[in-house]
């Protein structure tokens, strides 16, 4: 994949040829300092090295800036006969030479790399967002997808237990659904789905028992069907008891709890006993004398 704006790595602005002054200066005063003690040979060490930093770190235009003012620099100071712009000899044309062809060498081969870093660092962002919105989507697919399925889920149990369901809810977004039937019989107002009246119509004891089911699911296995005895409260003031039993359903949006009212288990009956009858004894038998009474 060819990215276009791979050659725009460098910093932008015209700052960047001040520096790169300011690096052949302090290149040609230490290649002055040492030219004492290395006389005419390696003149433009120091030069190389400011070309080579310059056209790392600020990029192209800058590097071929230093390379040619260090390049009169070169043979005006450091290539003898020093100092003298009429004569020109074998020496010259080497150090010209060998001054521009290394140069340009590490130009070339730093503007490369630098050039597939940056294109490698461009590519690896534009992976980097592409894999975030897959994510993203993928979340929100997820999020669809779970929706859907505990939609329909609530929908048979609506269908199957419409009349025994008397309060969903999902603590982590505050939502909740009170049965119209009990709300009726505690005189609630019409439907509130991000109340807290359902812990306020029940009996203090076992609103405390309920609450740690309603909103707790830390360390609980959600699968499990939990039986409750609750006592609602009704218009006059009295209760109501009710056997209920708790399901859960989780989602992203957190775990849904349903709360179904179940029958109270019925004892089984046998069918009654019938006493076996007495076998009937016919009346002369019985008044029939015994042998030898006449």
């Known amino acids: 994949m060819k990215i276009r704006n791979a050659r725009r790595w460098a910093p932008s602005g015209g700052w960047r040829y001040g520096v790169a002054i300011l690096a052949f200066l302090m290149a040609f005063v230490i290649q002055r300092g040492i030219q004492p003690f290395v006389g005419p040979y390696l003149p433009d060490l120091f030069f190389i090295i400011a070309v080579i930093l310059t056209e790392f770190f600020l990029g192209l235009g800058p590097a071929l800036v230093v390379m040619l003012v260090s390049l009169f620099a070169l043979d005006f100071y450091f290539v003898p006969p020093f100092e003298m712009l009429t004569y020109l000899d074998r020496n010259d044309f080497i150090a010209v030479t060998s001054h521009l062809s290394i140069n340009l060498l590490c130009i070339g081969l730093i503007e490369w790399l630098r050039?597939?870093?940056?294109?490698?660092?461009?590519?690896?962002?534009?992976?980097?967002?592409?894999?975030?919105?897959?994510?993203?989507?993928?979340?929100?697919?997820?999020?669809?997808?779970?929706?859907?399925?505990?939609t329909n889920r609530l929908l048979r149990n609506f269908?199957?237990?419409?009349?025994?369901?008397?309060?969903?809810?999902?603590?982590?977004?505050?939502?909740e659904f009170i049965g119209e039937s009990i709300r009726r019989d505690a005189d609630l107002p019409l439907a509130d789905m991000h109340g807290g009246d359902f812990l306020f119509i029940l009996h203090p004891e076992d609103a405390e028992l309920i609450?740690?089911?309603?909103?707790?699911?830390?360390?609980?296995?959600?699968?499990e069907r939990?039986?409750?005895?609750?006592?609602?409260?009704?218009?006059?003031?009295?209760?109501?008891?009710?056997?209920?039993?708790?399901?859960?359903?989780?989602?992203?949006?957190?775990?849904?709890?349903v709360l179904r009212k179940t029958e109270p288990?019925?004892?089984?009956?046998?069918?009654?006993v019938t006493p076996a009858a007495?076998?009937?004894?016919?009346?002369?038998?019985?008044?029939?004398?015994?042998?030898?009474?006449?």
């Not at 039993?245 to 775990?255: P, Q, R």
């Not at 288990?265 to 009654?272: F, L, M, R, S």
């Not at 004894?281 to 042998?291: D, F, G, I, R, T």
């Open 115 to 150: 050039r597939v870093q940056y294109q490698a660092e461009l590519l690896a962002e534009v992976s980097r967002s592409r894999y975030e919105i897959l994510l993203r989507v993928d979340n929100e697919r997820m999020l669809a997808v779970d929706s859907a399925k505990l």
């Open 278 to 294: 007495e076998p009937s004894v016919p009346l002369q038998a019985s008044l029939a004398l015994p042998e030898g009474a006449a």
């Open 159 to 175: 269908t199957a237990n419409l009349d025994s369901v008397i309060y969903i809810g999902n603590a982590s977004i505050g939502y």
């Open 265 to 272: 288990p019925v004892a089984p009956t046998e069918p009654p």
């Open 211 to 223: 609450e740690g089911d309603l909103s707790d699911h830390g360390d609980r296995d959600l699968r």
């Open 226 to 257: 939990l039986t409750r005895r609750l006592r609602v409260r009704r218009k006059n003031g009295s209760y109501q008891r009710h056997d209920c039993e708790l399901e859960y359903f989780k989602a992203h949006s957190g775990v849904f709890v």
